[in-house]
């Protein structure tokens, strides 16, 4: 889990990012932790977000418009209504945080409530290859 699913801000404890995400998400899964985040990461596998930025063009380092990210996780079998991008401010520049999908144990859904989505509808996105400080 260090390797795929590690907490950017503080490498050093991993362990407690991951107790924080448990108490955050997992405990509501109705599974237990060990299952919760073996199915996590398969469907991080099968999903493979960071791929999709990168099969459409999408490199750490560069800012691109929101329809850009977009079209890369519709090609994924991610549609429009089923994730949210937050995003930082840094100096003005939109930094990507996060996505977050909504899914089943297998797909992403439509999402049953609206995720808040901080990048806005407009102007361009960085992705960054480590977390920026804000």
Not at 43 to 55: C, E, G, P, S, V
Request: aromatic share 8%; net charge positive.
């Amino acid at each position: 889990m260090i390797n795929e699913w590690p907490d950017l801000r503080n490498l050093q404890e991993p362990k407690a990012f991951w107790e924080r995400e448990w108490a955050h998400h997992g405990i509501c899964s109705g599974f237990e932790a060990q299952r919760y985040f073996g199915k996590a990461l398969a469907l991080k596998r099968h999903l493979n977000i960071f791929q999709a930025l990168t099969d459409h063009g999408i490199k750490p380092g560069a800012a691109h418009p929101r329809h850009t990210f977009e079209r890369a996780l519709q090609r994924r079998s991610i549609p429009p209504k089923s994730f949210a991008m937050r995003c930082g401010n840094k100096n003005g520049i939109k930094i990507l945080i996060e996505i977050r999908v909504c899914t089943n144990e297998i797909h992403a859904i439509p999402c049953s409530r609206q995720l808040k989505d901080t990048c806005g509808g407009h102007g361009d996105i960085k992705l960054v290859s480590k977390i920026e400080r804000f």
